[in-house]
């Protein structure tokens, strides 16, 4: 059933547990505890910016593939009505009626206003798309910066039950200079850097 949601423990969340319930207050357990939790908030807030910037960069990267078919579509357009002015342009040439020589002309200057219509709409539709695959990048970018905070936060995580299983106190000293790291990419990641 989607809604029954279960949460299986591994042998580091217990002897977490264990270790807060039995060890002195202040101690090892109870600071790793804390900075575990610490690094578990942020990394759950990281992750979720890593998921916002990933959909970010595909929803503007589809727009960009939108807005480049419909430039695609006005150039498609554009040489539609170039090829109408060709065949206007050689009827002028074969036909010897200047009534009829008249009409031409009119048809070719008309489809050379709407050409230069076409052409400003086609290139303002691939300027658009341009900056839409910009965004896209951008936003590709910040993904993968939230990403490593992300997977720093959690080897850090990581250290602090290794940490905690083997009582060493370097360990802790490494988690918390993973976590240093994982918050300075977190907030490189949100300065856009």
Same mark, same amino acid.
């Given at each position: 059933?989607?809604?029954?949601?279960? /949460? +299986?423990?591994?042998?580091?969340?217990?002897?977490?547990?264990?270790?807060?319930?039995?060890?002195?207050?202040?101690?090892?357990?109870? #600071?790793?505890? +804390?900075?575990?939790? =610490?690094?578990?908030?942020? !990394?759950?807030?990281?992750?979720?910016?890593? !998921?916002?910037?990933?959909?970010?960069? !595909?929803?503007? *990267?589809?727009?960009?593939?939108?807005? *480049?078919?419909?430039? $695609?579509?006005?150039?498609?357009?554009?040489? @539609?009505? %170039?090829?109408? #002015?060709?065949?206007?342009?050689?009827?002028?040439?074969?036909?010897?009626?200047?009534? #009829?020589?008249? *009409?031409?002309?009119?048809?070719? @200057?008309?489809?050379?206003?709407? *050409?230069?219509?076409?052409?400003?709409?086609?290139?303002?539709?691939?300027?658009?798309?341009?900056?839409?695959? /910009?965004? %896209?990048?951008? #936003?590709?970018?910040?993904?993968?910066?939230? $990403?490593? $905070?992300?997977?720093?936060?959690? +080897?850090?995580?990581?250290?602090?039950?290794?940490?905690?299983?083997?009582?060493?106190?370097?360990?802790?000293?490494?988690?918390?200079? @993973?976590?240093?790291?994982? =918050?300075?990419?977190?907030? $490189? @990641?949100?300065?856009? +850097?």
């Amino acid at each position: 059933m989607s809604g029954d949601h279960f /949460h +299986v423990h591994g042998p580091h969340d217990h002897e977490l547990e264990h270790a807060a319930q039995h060890e002195p207050r202040g101690g090892l357990a109870g #600071q790793l505890a +804390v900075i575990t939790a =610490i690094l578990a908030t942020l !990394g759950a807030c990281f992750s979720y910016m890593g !998921g916002a910037t990933q959909a970010n960069a !595909g929803l503007y *990267k589809n727009n960009a593939a939108i807005t *480049k078919t419909e430039a $695609a579509n006005r150039w498609n357009y554009y040489q @539609a009505k %170039s090829s109408r #002015q060709n065949l206007s342009e050689l009827a002028l040439d074969l036909t010897a009626d200047e009534q #009829q020589k008249a *009409k031409y002309r009119d048809k070719i @200057a008309r489809y050379e206003s709407e *050409k230069a219509q076409i052409k400003t709409e086609a290139e303002k539709l691939e300027a658009l798309s341009a900056d839409w695959d /910009h965004k %896209s990048e951008e #936003q590709l970018h910040l993904h993968h910066r939230w $990403a490593q $905070a992300t997977t720093v936060l959690q +080897v850090g995580i990581a250290l602090a039950a290794i940490a905690l299983l083997t009582r060493r106190r370097w360990m802790e000293y490494a988690t918390l200079g @993973a976590g240093v790291l994982g =918050i300075g990419l977190g907030i $490189a @990641a949100w300065l856009h +850097v």
